[in-house]
Every structure is written in C-alpha cells, then in structure tokens.
C-alpha cells in the first residue's frame, strides 16, 4: 500500500499537470484566435494594397493621358482590374470600358473611382 505522502505528492503532479493542459490549451485557442485576426488584418492590407495600385496606375495611364490609351496599356489595365479578384469593380470596369460616348464615360469613371476608394479598408 502507497503512504499517504506519495498519494498526495502523485495528486498535486496530477493536478499540476491538468492545470498545466488547461492553461496551455487556453494560450493554444488565443493564440489561433490572434493569427485569425492578423492573417484577416493582412488579407485586406493585400486587397487595399492592390486597389491602390490598380486606382494609381488608372489615374496615370487613363485619365493624365494626353493621347489615346494604347492597347498595351489597356490590356495591362483589364489584368489589373481582374486581379483584384472584386466582382463589383469588375462590374463597374465594364461600364466604363463599354460607354459609347464621352459623358457616359466620365461619368462611369467617376463612379469606378468612387468604388475603388470605398473598398479601401482601414485596419
């Protein structure tokens, strides 16, 4: 038979050790709940990112531009606005890629600036 000394030196290891996997598992949790959040922070500093890329290169290549937009320039813009990944800016190119005169054109750029500085997220 185990002395009462050893029992109750193998119940505090014990309890220790439960102690330990509880605390450990609630650092474990907030922890992955931290990398959420951060890996969520970073997705959208990625989106921002490429918008404001996208809206930089639009202003300099479109609407700075003193003559026509070649189709270099053009093709380079489609794959820009693409690779947002953002249906609605897609959308929204469109509009102002498929306007038939000038007015509807300006008007669809003013609307495609004005989405892209909506989706700009702050942290």
Not at 1 to 10: E, R
């Amino acid at each position: 038979m185990a002395k009462p000394k050893t029992i109750f030196i193998l119940i505090v290891i014990i309890l220790l050790a439960a102690g330990g996997n509880v605390f450990l598992g609630f650092k474990y949790f907030s922890v992955v709940k931290e990398f959420r959040q951060t890996q969520t922070a970073l997705e959208t500093q990625k989106t921002n990112d490429k918008v404001l890329e996208f809206t930089k290169f639009f202003i300099e290549e479109v609407l700075k531009a003193e003559t026509e937009v070649d189709f270099e320039t053009r093709l380079k813009l489609e794959n820009a606005v693409r690779d947002l990944g953002d249906g609605e800016i897609l959308a929204q190119w469109q509009k102002f890629v498929d306007s038939r005169t000038e007015t509807a054109a300006q008007e669809e750029v003013k609307n495609l600036l004005e989405l892209l500085v909506g989706k700009i997220r702050a942290r």
